[in-house]
């Protein structure tokens, strides 16, 4: 037997299964009588639906049943409300419309659901959609977040004027103006953090059950956060959240775009009830480019204020969150929380006075993917100090240096008042650089200049405050046959918690790794969960099992005390044995456990908990670009990092979750954008012909190496490790194509960077 414990790299127990194709996706389960559903989606943007005929299709073959909204307002069905329906700084409610879960008067977004068909089969469920007759009455669309404010712009709804969910200013406008009138210097960049598609391999999908003579539906899915959505799905069928069982088995990605609810889970559930049998839903790929939440797509006007020796002394953001056709999930809270709390949390900045907007538009319902909201304030702030160095004539690793919180203030406290406990910053950049070779720069950016190319470095200091759901639990159970089966709340979709958390418990508990088996992924198996979201899984689950450890501990010990006929004070716990002081009498923990279960007093120990503060990963990514000036083509040539990500519970595990999270980042920059014809509002990049996912070869060897500090604020001292990537890569190559490209008058460069975007900016500039 053996036993991987904290910071060891045992490779990940979950790859064989995977490897060998022995996963159990959605479309991998088995039902017997299953019956096949296909969503009838709106094709314009923006219209009235005047009428729908569903005759011709409810006489097709095969067909059981052509629903509408007609028939969710007999059954009395709600439709879904936001997770985030207030600021959560403020309690001022959002204004919103609900989004229907079958559009009944008007159709708001390309894709939204207006009939639902189920069949015998997927091929005579979708001959049976083409027969549904809708008349829709087009109405002008707006697509973009100024766009939808500008005066005399379609509004979507009566109840939202001005298409404005919330209209905030925060911080201290007073103190900004008063720094930026004495400034020495002042930078200012209009920035777009443009929309992307997060594209799981494993497409969004679900089977619905239902049993008469209990009541209850049950729905296997493909999900991040199966005991929130459940609760959300539970409202709008109408029924008590233990009539509702959500089953997640293997996930294949989620990215953010898995987070929250979709009607398609509250449809194919009340589908199967209507039927009377199972009913299967998977999306096609088109309908993950038109209905899966998108992340991103806010724009702002900012600016920064420096002395005469480039202290920052204040910074001015006016920003608007393009949040879509309706509020979804946190779709107002990324704009009012993550946003607003790492304003200046890196960085030393006195003075901040922030103005957000959150409006509507005629576009998929934004959600989340990597780093929402703290991925567009670190490329704000990491645009505007480059901008700034070129400006005024700073060193930009200098500039960085002098304004940086130092590690001996840790635990600092920043001007929204949110605190950071751990990081050593300036350390953690100068270790990136020397590993980058920024000393060697100029040779390769001669060479690439010989051979007519312009080279480019740059550089991006990441943060991110990890947590996710405030609440998460744990029940570990010791079971006859010896083992330990770890229930979590939280989820794994391939970040290889399967491998991570029993090193965790065997750690604490000295049993052998395999012994502990992860169970998870069942509303059944513990009474709540807070997903897997915002990088929180070995954070909050972690904490949960070192505490429950603790108290099995303590259990233990009592029963240990009676077995060795030793005082309770005199027996110590060590690498899974209970040991009496001064002496070699010991007894296994499994052993303790075994007789437990005999008296009645079992080990068996369940434990929740709610955090107060949140983790915060942070680190500088270094990259060096190529830019042909005759073609705008630009390729990456290095990426280098030094994170920190606190206690490394499996340092291979997180290597990994980093550059997954750095090809992410790498896309938004490089490839990816979610595009609409602005007058039509169609999907313009809707399938991998159009939109551009990176692939092997549009990515260098990534470098990256750690400089951990412990986190303060949890008993492993981890800080959450998957996003760090898709926040760092995004300004960091914004800012190595701006310094390529600087000696041609180029001074402000947005996303994606295709060769047409890149080579349109040189000829501006020219």
């Known amino acids: 037997m053996s036993r991987s414990v904290i910071g060891d790299s045992p490779r990940r127990r979950e790859d064989a299964r995977f490897i060998t194709g ?55 069905l709600k439709s879904l409300r936001p997770y985030a329906e207030a600021n959560v700084q403020t309690g001022e409610r959002f204004i919103f419309d609900e989004q229907p879960l079958l559009a009944a008067d008007k159709v708001r977004f390309i894709g939204e659901t207006v009939a639902m068909v189920v069949a015998e089969t997927l091929a005579q469920a979708l001959d049976a959609s083409e027969l549904i007759a809708v008349d829709y009455e087009p109405l002008p669309a707006v697509t973009s977040a100024y766009a939808a404010i500008a005066s005399g712009a379609p509004q979507l709804s009566q109840d939202v004027p001005g298409n404005v969910c919330m209209d905030w200013k925060v911080g201290d406008a007073t103190g900004a103006d008063a720094a930026f009138a004495r400034a020495a210097h002042i930078v200012s960049l209009d920035l777009d953090n443009h929309r992307v598609t997060t594209n799981p391999i494993e497409p969004r999908g679900s089977v619905g059950t239902f049993d008469p003579a209990s009541g209850r539906y049950t729905l296997h899915i493909s999900s991040q956060s199966i005991h929130a959505n459940r609760n959300h799905a539970a409202r709008a069928l109408g029924v008590e959240t233990k009539d509702l069982r959500f089953i997640a088995p293997d996930v294949g990605g989620g990215f953010g775009a898995k987070n929250f609810i979709y009607v398609e889970h509250v449809l194919v559930a009340w589908a199967a009830r209507k039927v009377g049998r199972p009913v299967k839903w998977i999306a096609t790929r088109s309908e993950v480019f038109l209905a899966d939440h998108p992340s991103r797509d806010m724009q702002a006007k900012a600016s920064l204020a420096l002395d005469a020796a480039g202290k920052f002394l204040a910074l001015k953001v006016a920003s608007v969150a393009n949040v879509g056709a309706y509020l979804a999930g946190v779709g107002g809270g990324v704009p009012t929380y993550q946003y607003v709390h790492l304003q200046g949390t890196v960085y030393r900045l006195p003075s901040i006075a922030l103005h957000v907007l959150v409006v509507l538009s005629n576009t998929t319902p934004i959600g989340v993917m990597r780093g929402p909201g703290f991925a567009e304030t670190v490329n704000i702030l990491e645009r505007l100090i480059d901008a700034a160095a070129l400006q005024a004539g700073f060193d930009r690793a200098e500039l960085r240096r002098l304004n940086m919180v130092p590690a001996h203030e840790m635990p600092m406290t920043n001007a929204f008042g949110f605190q950071v406990d751990s990081g050593a910053f300036a350390q953690t950049m100068d270790k990136a650089l020397e590993r980058a070779d920024l000393a060697g720069f100029e040779a390769r950016r001669r060479q690439s200049e010989a051979r007519g190319l312009r080279r480019g470095l740059g550089f991006a200091y990441h943060i991110k405050g990890t947590g996710g759901a405030p609440e998460e639990n744990v029940d570990i159970r010791f079971e006859a046959d010896g083992t330990v089966s770890l229930i979590t709340g939280t989820q794994h979709i391939g970040q290889g918690h399967e491998t991570t958390f029993p090193q965790i418990l065997a750690h604490r508990l000295g049993v052998a790794n395999e012994k502990i088996h992860l169970r998870q992924g069942d509303t059944d198996l513990i009474p709540f969960g807070g997903g897997h979201g915002s990088s929180r899984a070995t954070y909050m689950g972690g904490t949960a099992m070192w505490r429950a450890s603790d108290e099995i501990i303590q259990k233990g010990t009592a029963l240990a005390a009676d077995m060795l006929e030793a005082s309770e004070a005199d027996i110590r716990f060590e690498d899974g044995r209970f040991v009496v002081s001064g002496t070699d009498r010991a007894v296994g923990l499994l052993e303790v456990a075994a ?40 390729t990456l040539e290095r990426y280098t990092g030094v994170d920190d990500y606190g206690v490394l519970v499996n340092p291979m595990v997180v290597t990994g979750q980093a550059h997954g999270a750095m090809a992410q980042g790498i896309g938004q ?11 039509s509002g169609q999907m313009v990049a809707g399938s ?12 260098p060897s ?23 990537g898709a926040i760092a890569a995004f300004p960091a190559i914004a800012n190595a194509i701006l310094d390529a490209l600087a000696p041609l008058g180029v001074t402000n460069f947005d996303g994606p960077a295709t060769p047409g975007r890149v080579w349109q900016a040189m000829a501006a500039a020219r």
């Open 22 to 76: 022995r996963g159990a996706y959605i479309d991998d389960l088995k039902f017997e009588n299953l019956a096949r559903a296909v969503f009838l989606r709106a094709p314009h943007a923006h219209a009235r639906i005047r009428s729908i005929d569903t005759d011709a299709a409810q006489h097709a073959p095969g067909v059981l049943a052509v629903l509408t909204a007609a028939d969710v307002a007999a059954d009395g």
């Open 595 to 634: 007789l437990g279960r005999e008296k009645g007093k079992p080990l068996d120990t369940y434990h929740f908990w709610k955090r107060e503060h949140l983790t915060f990963p942070n680190g500088t990514h270094v990259v060096e670009v190529e830019v042909d000036p005759e073609t705008g083509q630009v």
């Open 669 to 679: 920059a490089l490839l990816e954008r979610t595009t609409y014809d602005p007058q």
């Open 688 to 699: 991998f012909m159009d939109y551009a996912l990176p692939r092997a070869d549009d990515l």
């Open 702 to 724: 990534f470098d990256l190496g750690f400089n951990a500090t412990r986190c303060t604020t949890n008993p492993l001292g981890v800080k959450g490790c998957g996003e760090a």
